[in-house]
């Protein structure tokens, strides 16, 4: 996590991963990342997790993402 003017940022490359498959959440002034990978059989072939506390002085109701072309998810959290 990287303080940046007024926010703090959380950059994961997620590339590998489609949209849907990928899933944000906050819960107890955490971010959790998780992804996971079905193949056609439906077993599971790739997963990713990360997991982050969030800084004292953030609005966790800020949170909010986004996903750029290359696979890169940029969470970002304003500072209060």
Known sequence: MRAQGDTYQVVADVSQFEPPDIVVT???CHVTIQAEKVAEDGTVCDTFTHK???PED???LSVSCTLTDVGTLV????RR
């Open 26 to 28: 906050t819960s107890n």
């Open 52 to 54: 982050c506390q969030l």
């Open 75 to 78: 969470i970002t959290v304003r």
């Open 58 to 60: 953030t609005d966790p």
